[in-house]
């Protein structure tokens, strides 16, 4: 106010800053989408070797990001190919411990020791 200045907070949304700076820069993002079209069987298959091919160059020329995107892309494709979906994502259903059970004891090499009478051969 010294100066005929008064201080004011600046209230603005990320969301703004980000589309005014994305727009000053005037990039776009390639997805792909459209030449995804008609992939049944070998168009598919040679799709997948093309973007293969574009993975390595990406990765030769040290543009990890886009290299990843391809890989993963094509892991897409392979999985919807096969018809997976998201069943290998899930992890495996294992047997549950018999470490701390009442009867069970480990000698001194590690091995687990069990009771006579009750408990496992």
Same mark, same amino acid.
């Given at each position: 106010?010294?100066?005929?200045?008064? /201080?004011?907070?600046?209230?603005? &949304?990320?969301?703004?800053?980000?589309?005014?700076?994305?727009?000053?820069?005037?990039?776009?993002?390639?997805?792909? &989408?459209?030449? $995804?079209?008609?992939?049944?069987?070998?168009?598919?298959?040679?799709?997948?070797?093309?973007?293969?091919? =574009?993975?390595? +160059?990406?990765? !030769?020329?040290? @543009?990890?990001? @886009?290299?990843? $995107?391809? $890989?993963? @892309?094509? *892991?897409?494709?392979?999985?919807?190919?096969? %018809?997976? %979906?998201? !069943?290998? +994502?899930?992890? /495996?259903?294992?047997?549950?411990?018999?470490?701390? *059970? /009442?009867?069970? =004891?480990?000698?001194?090499? %590690?091995?687990? *020791?069990?009771? =006579?009478?009750?408990?496992? /051969?």
């Amino acid at each position: 106010e010294e100066h005929g200045i008064t /201080p004011k907070t600046i209230k603005r &949304d990320i969301a703004d800053i980000v589309a005014h700076s994305a727009a000053q820069d005037g990039v776009t993002v390639d997805t792909g &989408d459209a030449e $995804r079209n008609n992939l049944v069987g070998h168009n598919l298959r040679a799709y997948i070797e093309d973007l293969e091919k =574009r993975m390595r +160059k990406a990765a !030769a020329d040290l @543009e990890f990001e @886009e290299a990843g $995107r391809l $890989r993963d @892309e094509i *892991r897409k494709l392979e999985n919807d190919e096969l %018809g997976l %979906g998201d !069943a290998e +994502k899930k992890a /495996p259903r294992v047997g549950r411990s018999d470490a701390g *059970r /009442p009867g069970t =004891r480990k000698d001194r090499y %590690g091995k687990t *020791r069990y009771k =006579r009478m009750g408990g496992k /051969p």
